[in-house]
């Protein structure tokens, strides 16, 4: 069973059509680059894989379940997902958010300090995001798609904003994460800067999935 | 995962990013004085006429005043992109619903005790005798407003002229809490006895929407 299956998915907005029949199937264990200019659709099929927004047509299987139907509410608990915005509440430390999602996915505060700390957000734990600097805050968004070990992480651009050492430490960690068996989906520009060695790499056009292999 | 928990987590940060920016509960309280003390210039000054006059008035004031509060209840989500945290919740997201509605119902009932206190102020109504009527009307009318509101502040979150869509969509649904809460008020302060049957109803529709958000909630917040 493949940990990330779809079938010939579409996501329509009215007349835009964001995704035309992406099919794809993605094995555990692998880091996956999803490359393509602006308005390809890499934001939409992370947004649809992280069921934050519903297919229009086509099938979805993530772990062998639908994240959409009555039984998918477990496995968005397997799903870390870091947009373009940190979604985190901007009135809330930086703790008080970590530990809100944690309480949401039923992680324990010890994993919370362990990926706080990873991430090196120690300084910054008690200020509130909205005081936070854009690199702060990205790490910040990280630590929190990082609670509870997820098995599928969906990141959109991670590497925005963060400076040079902060960005090999995210390298290092996706790596790691890849090698322990998850499956890391990545949507970043050629020229995001130096990026690491995907295992795979889809490049989308139009909505479309125009290449699939091995990442140069 | 434990949907109780998650409703839970929901409810105390809702809380705490209320009292913490206060710009919700503030802008509420201060809405409720300016509108209950031009009342008080225009409303007859008969005892009387102020008795009569009251229920209705202190509930269409606490329905405009609850609209400012609802339709920033998910300001919070939308400013930092934080509603995604919400829709990834691994439980069924009614558990969201009911958080966000438990929050929601708790800062209506604060504004409820404030717009009473007002009404006491200005335009002498005397609780004495009504307290207990009115506790439990305010009770029902803060749950069911929470409700309904909760459930289309969410629907309007990514709708251009929000705030302008909420009302036009609360205000007829909610027009049995105006009616059921003002007359259970009316009746209660003219220290009549409420019939059984408002309590029953006005606890039906509660139930009903409140239901209704737990049961479509999982739609409403995607995309």
Redesign the interface.
């Known amino acids: 069973m493949s940990a990330v299956e779809l079938r010939d998915l579409c996501k329509h907005y009215g007349p835009v059509r964001a995704l035309r029949d992406v099919s794809l199937s993605v094995e555990s264990g692998a880091l996956v680059w999803l490359a393509g200019a602006n308005g390809a659709g890499k934001s939409t099929l992370l947004?649809v894989l992280?069921?934050?927004?519903?297919p229009t047509r086509g099938s979805l299987s993530l772990f062998g379940v639908d994240p959409f139907s009555s039984a998918g509410?477990?496995?968005?608990?397997?799903?870390g997902?870091l947009?373009?915005?940190?979604?985190?509440?901007?009135?809330?430390s930086v703790a008080?958010n970590l530990r809100?999602?944690a309480?949401?996915?039923?992680v324990a505060e010890p994993e919370l300090h362990r990926i706080a700390s990873e991430l090196e957000l120690g300084p910054v734990l008690e200020q509130r995001?909205r005081t936070l600097s854009q690199g702060y805050r990205r790490r910040a968004g990280l630590a929190?798609a990082l609670l509870g070990s997820p098995s599928l992480l969906l990141l959109d651009e991670p590497w925005n904003g963060l400076d040079a050492e902060s960005g090999e430490r995210l390298t290092r960690l996706l790596v790691r994460l890849r090698d322990a068996g998850a499956v890391v989906l990545v949507a970043a520009h050629e020229a995001s800067g130096p990026l690491p060695r995907f295992d795979r790499r889809l490049r989308l056009e139009g909505g479309r999935v125009v290449a699939d292999g091995a990442a140069a | 995962m434990n949907g109780l928990a998650v409703t839970r987590a929901v409810f105390a940060k809702d809380l705490l990013l209320d009292f913490r920016t206060r710009d919700r509960l503030g802008h509420m309280a201060v809405f409720a004085l300016l509108v209950v003390s031009l009342l008080s210039i225009v409303v007859p000054a008969s005892p009387t006429e102020r008795l009569a006059w009251s229920p209705a008035l202190l509930w269409v004031v606490l329905l405009f005043t609850s609209l400012l509060g609802l339709a920033r209840s998910f300001q919070s989500e939308t400013e930092g992109g934080a509603l995604a945290l919400l829709v990834q919740a691994p439980v069924d997201r009614g558990w969201v619903f009911l958080g966000k509605a438990g929050a929601n119902a708790l800062a209506l009932i604060g504004v409820e005790l404030w717009t009473g206190i007002l009404f006491t102020v200005f335009l002498d109504v005397d609780w004495t005798h009504a307290w207990r009527e009115a506790l439990c009307a305010g009770l029902l009318g803060a749950l069911g407003l929470a409700s309904l509101g909760t459930l289309l502040s969410a629907m309007s979150v990514a709708v251009r002229f929000r705030e302008f869509l909420l009302p036009v969509l609360l205000f007829p649904l909610v027009l049995p809490v105006l009616v059921l809460a003002s007359s259970i008020t009316g009746a209660a302060l003219a220290e009549r006895p409420v019939p059984t049957l408002w309590w029953g109803v006005f606890a039906l529709y509660d139930w009903v929407f409140l239901s209704l958000g737990y049961l479509v909630f999982d739609y409403v917040l995607e995309d």
């Open positions: 947004r992280g069921s934050l927004t519903r509410a477990s496995v968005r608990g397997r799903v997902f947009g373009q915005d940190a979604s985190l509440y901007a009135e809330l008080e809100f999602c309480r949401l996915r039923g995001v929190r």
